[in-house]
């Protein structure tokens, strides 16, 4: 993969590396200008990995790669509006990439997952509704993915609006106990009144 970078945004990067190893703060300011150019950077990647969907219909494992390394390098970039952008292809390449290609996509929208509960609401709830149509693909990885896959697809899966988590402790014969196959039980979803479900 060769993503050719702006002059200005190298210079950035050698300064924010030498920066972090030596201990120097950067002044806010100079921060600004630094995310500005990762931010561009970032767009310029998401539209690198919509054009490969478009034209082959997978997307670059290298592409996905450094998406991750700028989400775990960058956490401020996890609520930028690129990030949100790139979820859909994500998705996309959950389902249509290869297993190296699954695994990287998985790894970033457990990335963005993590910061959902720092970003903005308005970001976080934009996030996890593009996500939300990873649910199919994320059950079944759960089901028939490697096994590597399948605590964070776990993980994911119950962050999603849309998917409903029951735990039941203690369901031994609960039918017998009853005496009616069709038993129903209460369900309550946070302050919403509560709602009845068969037990099958």
Not at 94 to 120: H, M, V
Not at 161 to 187: A, E
């Amino acid at each position: 993969m060769e993503i050719s970078l702006p002059i200005g945004f190298r210079i950035w990067c050698i300064i924010l590396f030498l920066s972090i190893a030596t201990g120097v703060n950067f002044p806010e300011g100079m921060l600004f200008y630094f995310y500005f150019y990762l931010n561009n950077f970032l767009f310029g990647l998401a539209a690198a990995i919509e054009k490969d969907l478009w034209a082959t219909g997978t997307v670059n494992e290298e592409y996905l790669k450094a998406l991750n390394a700028l989400f775990s390098n960058f956490p401020r970039l996890r609520a930028t509006e690129p990030a949100t952008l790139s979820i859909p292809h994500l998705v996309t390449s959950l389902k249509t990439g290869s297993e190296a290609t699954q695994e990287a996509a998985l790894d970033a929208l457990f990335l963005l997952r993590q910061a959902w509960s720092a970003c903005p609401a308005e970001v976080s709830r934009a996030q996890s509704i593009a996500a939300a149509d990873a649910i199919p693909l994320l059950q079944y990885l759960i089901q028939s993915g490697p096994p590597r896959f399948q605590e964070k697809a776990e993980f994911l899966l119950q962050c999603l609006p849309g998917t409903l988590v029951v735990i039941i402790k203690r369901g031994n014969n609960m039918k017998q106990s009853v005496g009616n196959p069709s038993v129903y039980c209460k369900i309550t979803l946070g302050s919403t009144p509560p709602r009845q479900t068969k037990v099958r």
